[in-house]
């Protein structure tokens, strides 16, 4: 089995090139599989990254965990990202006066986690999906760059995670190359207000669908991960063959290597289908 997976946000390595990072990422995200899809090895695949993340980066101080300096575009993803996850922001008098740090305390103590590791999840999401969207010339060398690697590996399988799901999904649709199944996992693809109604093609009578070009696709998103908003695709896209909430951990966050390490993952890759409950 030949698989492709294309990464979502937090995965920029400034220390290392594009490829020694892709490389890095392929040795862990293989192990993780192994313990997961293929824990006695009695399947062979061949596992290689879409690394993107240095077409995205910003510089250190854009790149900050913090809510100082947010833009306007920025603000806007936040506030629809804020209210698609239920959190009550309907008294907010504006983006200039944005109340990031009521939002995060509260949502940390829903989640029982802590602020410092919601705000940096959170402001890490905001901007990489908002520079994705608002930089014409990095989105198009984002999308090429996955595009190009889809036809040269000509994949099996297409594991997209967090933010890759939505380059995933442009891609797919703009290189017209055949995929046999795509798995998103962790996915703000329904995100109404900030990724919905952005992506190309865009819905039709408030709906998106499947790419012409990809027999099946499976969906999962564990239920507290924060960046899968909404976490049922099914429900703005159609043709999705399975669409799963599962329980990657209580302390997993939104990572890729737990949702991989998973029974339930791993018989969607192995079978097409979730038989075994975690």
């Known amino acids: 089995m030949n698989i492709l997976v294309i990464h979502g946000i937090g995965n920029y390595r ?15 995200w293989s192990e993780d599989l192994r313990k997961g899809a293929f824990p006695g090895g009695d399947l062979d ?15 250190s101080a854009q790149s900050a965990a913090s809510d100082s300096g947010f833009s306007d575009d920025e603000a806007q993803l936040f506030m629809a990202w804020a209210k698609a996850y ?40 905001i901007r990489e999906v908002n520079e994705y969207f608002t930089s014409e010339s990095k989105r198009h060398q984002v ?12 994949p099996d399988l297409i594991i997209a995670h967090s933010l890759g799901s939505v380059v995933a999904y442009e891609a797919l649709w703009n290189s017209g190359h055949p995929v046999e199944s795509l798995l998103t996992v ?9 990724i919905f109604d952005r992506v190309v093609p865009g819905p039709v009578e408030g709906l998106g669908k499947k790419p012409d070009n990809v027999g099946r696709w499976f969906n999962v998103a564990d239920r507290g991960d924060i960046v899968a908003v909404p976490r049922f695709l099914s429900r703005s896209y159609a043709g999705i063959s ?35 409950r975690d």
């Not at 400034?14 to 862990?28: E, K």
């Not at 239920?86 to 305390?105: H, S």
């Not at 999308?143 to 000509?154: P, Y």
């Not at 799963?244 to 018989?267: C, D, P, R």
């Open 14 to 28: 400034s220390s290392v090139s594009a490829d020694r990072a892709a490389s890095m990422l392929t040795d862990t």
């Open 186 to 194: 962790g996915s703000p693809l329904g995100l109404r207000g900030g």
């Open 143 to 154: 999308r090429s760059l996955v595009e190009n690697e889809i036809k040269s590996k000509h």
């Open 45 to 59: 695949f061949s596992l290689s990254v879409a690394y993107y993340a240095h077409l995205l980066r910003k510089s």
């Open 86 to 125: 239920g959190i009550p922001v309907e008294k907010a008098q504006g983006m200039a006066t944005l109340p990031f740090r009521q939002i995060i305390t509260w949502l940390a103590k829903q989640e029982n986690r802590t602020t410092e590791a919601i705000t940096s999840l959170v402001v890490r999401f």
């Open 242 to 276: 399975s669409d799963q909430e599962i329980n990657i951990g209580l302390f997993a966050f939104h990572g890729l290597s737990k949702y991989l390490q998973t029974s339930h993952v791993g018989q969607l890759i192995r079978f097409g289908d979730v038989t075994v």
